[in-house]
């Protein structure tokens, strides 16, 4: 059975970071793609960062260019996703998302497995 597990949300002021991990059981990140989604209330789910895990190709949203850095792993089986310099605009909830393709996937109907969830609020 695959789950991906999210962790590393809570609450910051504006101009603070926070690192996400999502590490992932029942499935191997060797090969494939994870990608990070954030839905903030009221908002459909939007792609935020994508990487391939084996060339490490990465992609961001224009939203958090700059500001995200998404990374991996591999021994871990696991994926973070650094948020620096945070606008109370981030407030959302986070999801990791992964598929056995290779290539940076920005769409959700391109995933197969989903995580739960992790909340980050940013207070201005």
């Known amino acids: 059975q695959v789950q991906l597990v999210e962790s590393g949300g809570g609450s910051v002021q504006a101009g603070g970071s926070l690192r996400l991990s999502c590490v992932a059981s029942?499935?191997?990140?060797?090969?494939?793609?994870t990608g990070w989604f954030r839905q903030a209330p009221g908002k459909e789910r939007e792609f935020v960062a994508v990487i391939t895990w084996g060339g490490g190709s990465t992609v961001y949203a224009d939203s958090v260019k700059g500001r995200f850095t998404i990374s991996r792993d591999n021994p871990k089986n696991t994926v973070y996703l650094q948020m620096n310099s945070l606008k109370p605009e981030d407030t959302a909830v986070y999801y990791c998302?992964?598929?056995?393709?290779?290539?940076?996937?920005?769409?959700?109907?391109?995933?197969?497995?989903w995580g739960q969830g992790t909340q980050v609020t940013i207070s201005s």
């Open positions: 998302a992964a598929t056995s393709q290779v290539y940076v996937a920005r769409r959700e109907s391109e995933y197969d497995y």
């Open positions: 029942g499935l191997t990140f060797s090969s494939g793609t």
